[in-house]
């Protein structure tokens, strides 16, 4: 299992998967803003969404895991 981390604090504005789903290496996961700038989460590696553990409109901080892939 992989689990996807912040790399910055700010608030989730896109969630772009869902549980169950397949993903594929540099496929985009989800969309952070932080300091009014968009960052989109891509995936590590192929794979499938096992739970995505934050919302749209949640605030995040560093190291805070988004999604876990099996």
Known sequence: MAAIVSSMPG?????????GEAVTQGQELCIIEAMKMQMPV??????KVS????????????????????
């Open 11 to 19: 608030r989730v504005v896109d969630i772009k998967v869902k549980v």
């Open 42 to 47: 891509k995936s590590p590696q192929n794979g």
């Open 51 to 70: 739970d995505i553990k934050v919302e749209v409109g949640q605030g995040i901080k560093k190291g805070d895991v988004l999604i876990e892939l099996d």
